[in-house]
């Protein structure tokens, strides 16, 4: 039964504060948390006393508040009124922390406060400290904190609670649960039922259709997952219930120059302020304290990088010193990769990743790319330095495709494959399979198609598996990659060897099964690739071409090893990366991820794509000329891919056969002269599956382009936007980093004169023993005694008589 949640009005609400104020003269003072019950007693007629119980209860703490009031009630006010200023002042101190699990005397907890009260900000930090009451119902009405929250249609403390591991199975102490709480129609309903939730309510009558139909649509793990990635875009900052309206808005996205060390930044020339001292014993403190700006500075991705700039550029110019830069540098990039779970490069294949945090670091690495490029002749000096970061740059991206593809793995075949928006496809009889067990087909009337079409689909039919599901999954990549100002040239690889697995992974599971191998299978597959394209479409970027001599983009990167190279250059400088040679329709060619999105898809797309065209035709060939003028337009489809394909085709009980005499032609041509086709990988020797996880060379963007996108633009007009992504730190970083430096120069030379003291003491404690020792002399070596004649015989004697020889 729903209990109904509608709140009083402030008129009727007065005069029941009204007696409570006279209540409060003769009760209040003998016993504050009376004002409860008297309002309990006051208000049965008022629509929804519970929150006329919860102000009194709010009440009756103000006027318990005193200079020697209990830890509990001052974390009840504050939470309650929003104050987290007073909130972490009072949570310093570890043993107030647990208090946040007692309740007071009316049975309420600070956190059913703040939910109560509709203070997010409060109930974020009290599940920051601790969220050990977080399924604990109150002494009040028995209700969890998701309960009040979901009674009050607070949708945003709803997913802070859900992202913190509030349990919607939990029952109160009436009985009730939330989903009891739910009201029809309301914006919570929408938000259970959009998220699939209801999907666990494990009371709801079978008789409530409303609830029901919606309870199977997807499995128990999908409907936990697509829940659990809202909660971690919420984590990320991202509020759900927003519109695009602020999609990409950003409040750590720029510091105001007051809180910087200076207004221009300046890469030529060491100034003050710009660098950072360290010494080789603070470096595992400064890499911890980069490690933690994720979660103080969310999304603020230029932060990382400066750091670790301002420290290389001190040890470079300032110490000269290269062991210094290169085991920092080396150091740095070894935990990037390790805190992403890419150690040392070698990264895991279909691996669930955090999305969030491995766009974070990949835009970390991208930054420092860009630092350390402007800082002229960097690269020069250290080459290795180069490659490092090349590698760290791919493995970052392998970890975060590779993330993508283990959420799309599970949703290829059930929403590319086997999804059917054709009419009566699941009906088709094929040659050769037990159609007299399948249900025949009936038509429905003109009405009913028509009313089917005037009316959106139902929520049980948008949750079904279908390829919207993919487009979901590749915009929240988008979106993540956006969020950290990735550069396009980054985000074009990532994209691109995403959907290089989706077309692999396609092609190779409609190859090896069967059931794929038909022709409206084929045309069912290629309509919904459609849906891919269309988003491919819609958000079809493209990097701008770098302005700069076309001899020049040839040799880039290496120009930043040496300015003065020729075409025949020692290419093995650098490995696993990228030159551009103009070649745009070669994913290993810089061109390459300059091209459209769009351009990219269909790219990777086309062995796909003239597979599902041969199922298509097969059926249609007629003689040897068909065969080769069909043949021959299919560039990315090798000998023994057409047999396989032609070998194992699934016949309708009406279409026409291909001839024996046309099976022998193919046959022939796949045992006598397949090749692999030239830019396309395979996972055998027979070139049939394509190797879906091949990972292509890196591709980084040249200085113009990053200066074009990061820096003032031409002309230098855009120095807001150069302020933005210049390596500038705020003053609570810099002051950590100085304070960490203090420290461990304390510590050391500390530690250095112990070592001094220590030995010192053991070199004194030598002289003392040498002297006590000869102070103290026994004698025991001041005369030597010659052996006896039954201990030695001297040598020689009586030899004669016992050998007179």
């Known amino acids: 039964m729903l209990i109904d949640n509608s709140h009083a009005s402030i008129d009727i609400a007065s005069p029941i504060f009204e007696h409570t104020d006279k209540l409060k003269h003769s009760t209040m003072e003998l016993d504050p948390w009376a004002a409860v019950n008297s309002a309990s007693s006051a208000l049965a007629s008022v629509s929804d006393p519970k929150k006329i119980q919860l102000d009194a209860a709010k009440k009756a703490l103000t006027l318990l508040q005193s200079d020697d009031s209990g830890v509990l009630i001052e974390l009840c006010l504050a939470a309650a009124n929003g104050d987290t200023a007073q909130l972490t002042s009072i949570l310093t101190k570890p043993e107030n922390i647990k208090v946040l699990t007692e309740q007071d005397n009316s049975g309420l907890s600070p956190l059913i406060y703040a939910v109560v009260s509709g203070q997010e900000d409060s109930t974020e930090l009290i599940l920051s400290k601790s969220a050990a009451s977080l399924n604990e119902p109150d002494g009040l009405f028995g209700y969890t904190p998701l309960m009040w929250a979901v009674y009050f249609d607070n949708k945003n403390i709803v997913v802070e609670l859900l992202n913190h591991g509030a349990k919607l199975d939990v029952a109160g102490k009436n009985g009730l649960t939330v989903f009891d709480l739910v009201k029809p129609a309301s914006d919570m309903h929408d938000f259970f039922e959009q998220h699939g939730l209801f999907e666990q309510d494990k009371t709801v009558d079978v008789g409530m259709d409303f609830y029901k139909d919606d309870a199977h649509v997807m499995g128990e793990s999908k409907g936990d997952e697509e829940l659990l990635d809202n909660i971690r875009l919420r984590t990320a900052g991202l509020d759900i219930g927003n519109e695009d309206g602020g999609l990409y808005q950003d409040s750590n996205a720029f510091v105001q120059s007051s809180t910087l060390l200076g207004d221009e930044f300046n890469f030529n020339k060491l100034l003050k302020n710009q660098y950072i001292i360290f010494s080789d014993y603070d470096i595992p403190s400064i890499l911890d304290l980069i490690f933690s700006l994720n979660i103080q500075h969310n999304h603020k991705t230029t932060y990382p990088a400066a750091v670790i700039y301002q420290c290389v550029r001190y040890a470079d110019h300032m110490k000269n010193n290269d062991v210094l830069v290169e085991n920092f540098l080396n150091l740095a990039f070894t935990k990037i990769r390790s805190g992403t779970a890419s150690k040392s490069g070698v990264t895991s294949v279909y691996s669930e990743g955090d999305i969030v945090l491995q766009s974070y670091w990949l835009s970390v690495v991208n930054f420092l790319f860009f630092y350390l490029s402007k800082d002229d002749g960097f690269f020069k000096r250290y080459p290795k330095v180069l490659q490092d970061l090349i590698n760290t740059l791919n493995s970052l991206m392998i970890e975060l495709a590779n993330s993508i593809k283990f959420r799309l793995d599970g949703l290829v075949d059930s929403c590319l494959l086997d999804y059917a928006s054709i009419p009566d496809i ?354 025991l070596f001041s005369e030597m005694t010659m052996p006896a004649s039954l201990a030695h015989r001297p040598w020689g004697e009586d030899e004669n008589e016992i050998n007179p020889w």
């Open 426 to 779: 699941s009906t088709t009889l094929y040659r050769n399979d037990w159609n007299f067990f399948k249900k025949k087909n009936h038509s429905k009337s003109t009405y009913d198609e028509i009313f089917d079409m005037l009316y959106p689909p139902t929520v049980k039919e948008q949750l079904k598996p279908s390829p919207i599901k993919i487009v979901q999954t590749l915009g929240a990549l988008l979106y993540v990659l956006d969020l950290h100002n990735i550069h396009p040239v980054v985000t074009q690889q990532t994209l691109s060897s995403v959907f290089h697995w989706i077309s692999s992974t396609i092609f190779n599971r409609v190859i090896s099964q069967k059931r794929y191998l038909s022709r409206v299978s084929a045309i069912q597959i290629r309509l919904n690739i459609s849906v891919l394209e269309d988003w491919s479409r819609s958000n079809n970027r493209a990097p701008k071409m770098p302005d700069i001599d076309e001899y020049l983009l040839k040799l880039f990167p290496y120009t930043l090893l040496d300015d003065n190279l020729s075409e025949d250059h020692n290419h093995n400088a650098l490995s696993n990366v990228a030159l551009f040679a103009n070649k745009k329709g070669d994913p290993h060619d810089a061109a390459f991820y300059h091209s459209t999105l769009f351009t990219i898809v269909k790219s990777h797309f086309e062995p796909t794509f003239e597979l599902l065209q041969w199922l298509q035709c097969l059926s249609g060939i007629q003689d040897e000329e068909n065969l080769l003028s069909l043949t021959g337009s299919l560039y990315k489809l090798n000998s023994a891919q057409l047999w396989k394909a032609a070998d194992k085709y699934r016949y309708e009980v009406d279409e026409a056969k291909l001839s024996k005499a046309m099976r022998k032609v193919i046959e022939k041509r796949a045992k006598e002269s397949n090749k692999p086709v030239e830019g396309l990988f395979y996972t055998s020797k027979d070139c049939v599956l394509l190797n879906q996880d091949y990972n292509f060379p890196v591709v980084l963007p040249t200085i113009p382009e990053m200066v074009d996108e990061y820096g003032a633009g031409i002309g230098g007009i855009n120095k807001e936007r150069a302020r933005e992504f210049d390596p500038f730190l705020p003053y609570q970083i810099v002051d950590a980093i100085e304070e960490i430096h203090d420290q461990k120069t304390t510590q050391k030379e500390h530690d250095d004169n112990n070592d001094v003291q220590r030995i010192n003491d053991e070199f004194e404690q030598n002289i003392m023993d040498v002297g006590t020792t000869n102070a103290h002399d026994t004698g």
